[in-house]
């Protein structure tokens, strides 16, 4: 097999693995000349999508390719984002024709404005980005801070109440980010919806919890804890008062405030020191891993 075929059999390898586009900057990497690369546009065998990414021997692209051909045409440390991130992470569906890319620069001109709608930023932290399948994308964190300037306050409750539906919600990097950002449009709003929601739904959903765990003992065969018990001064959710094991049940609104958060901390201290052993279980887990909390606790009890 010839050099020139090896080479191309590379390419189309690549451009698989992405989705269909590949950047001009990639193919450099892989050895190509400027001319060989301006070469295989001449022939057909490369079809420009954006300045310097192009397309293998089709135009046909899915939607996930058109995100990913975006993304690589905005750069090193370039990311899917806003509307496109919400959809990429099935959170919302996508708005306008323009693809909304996030990058980590606050010069230099947009590569396609046409199709690229284009976001520099000053920062975009290595942790407020992630893959989704295979296509650089802001964290749904991010995400939400990102659409909070762009929505009505009832589409972007409903962004958050479908994130924590999926076991996508963090309330914990969302409030990393309000720190992170605090004066980027947007933060306000978002930071007095996560209050209100915390405040409104904080007794719905810790009674689903309660009989969620519960539910959790009896199908796998441990004792029942007392509820709501007291010990030490303090109200903990159960409690296995012979063995001194406390679990207590983490759901969206637990962590509503910095104030609650600290509080729990300081609580579990002072518990661990008069003997008890505390266990913090969430939605999450009850619900994807229920036979490892489980066996966790047998361990504990027994």
């Known amino acids: 097999m ?23 900057r990639q193919l ?20 420009r999508r954006h300045p310097s990414v192009y397309l293998v021997g089709h135009e046909v692209l899915t939607r996930e390719g058109r995100w990913m051909a975006a993304v690589l045409a905005c750069g090193d440390g370039a990311a899917l984002s806003h509307f496109d991130a ?8 996508t708005r306008g ?5 996030t990058r980590p620069s606050t010069s230099g001109r947009a590569p396609d404005p046409r199709r690229i ?30 659409l909070a300037r762009r929505v009505h306050p ?3 409750e409903d962004v958050i109440q479908r994130a924590i539906r999926l076991h996508r919600f963090d309330l914990v990097e969302v409030r990393r980010c309000l720190q992170e950002h605090p004066r980027q449009p947007g933060a306000p709003k978002l930071r ?32 029942r804890p007392a509820a709501n018990a007291r010990i ?14 406390v679990a207590e049940l983490d759901g969206y609104a637990h962590h509503a405030s910095r104030t609650a958060f600290e509080r729990d901390r300081e609580r579990d201290q002072r518990l661990a020191v008069a003997g008890y052993t505390v266990v913090r279980v969430t939605h999450q887990q009850m619900t994807r891993t229920p036979v490892e909390v489980a066996d966790r606790l047998r361990r504990l009890l027994t």
Not at 121 to 136: A, F, Q, S
């Open 86 to 93: 919400a959809a990429h992470h099935d959170l919302m569906a």
């Open 232 to 245: 030490e001064g303090f109200e903990v959710d159960f409690l296995w008062p012979t063995r001194k094991v």
């Open 154 to 156: 009832t589409t972007l």
């Open 117 to 146: 709608a284009l976001h520099r930023v000053g920062t975009l932290r290595t942790w407020e980005r992630t893959t989704v399948d295979g296509i650089p994308t802001t964290t749904v964190a991010r995400t939400l801070l990102d």
């Open 2 to 24: 010839s050099p020139r075929n090896d080479t191309d059999l590379t390419i189309g390898a690549l451009a698989r693995a992405q989705h269909g586009p590949v950047a001009h």
């Open 97 to 101: 024709s323009r693809i909304h890319v």
């Open 28 to 47: 450099l990497a892989l050895g190509l000349s400027h001319e060989q690369i301006a070469y295989r546009l001449r022939v057909g065998r490369l079809l």
């Open 192 to 223: 007095r919806l996560l209050e209100a929601l915390a405040e409104r739904d904080a007794a719905h959903l810790r009674s689903d919890l309660e009989r969620r765990f519960l539910a959790l003992c009896d199908d796998h065969g441990l004792p």
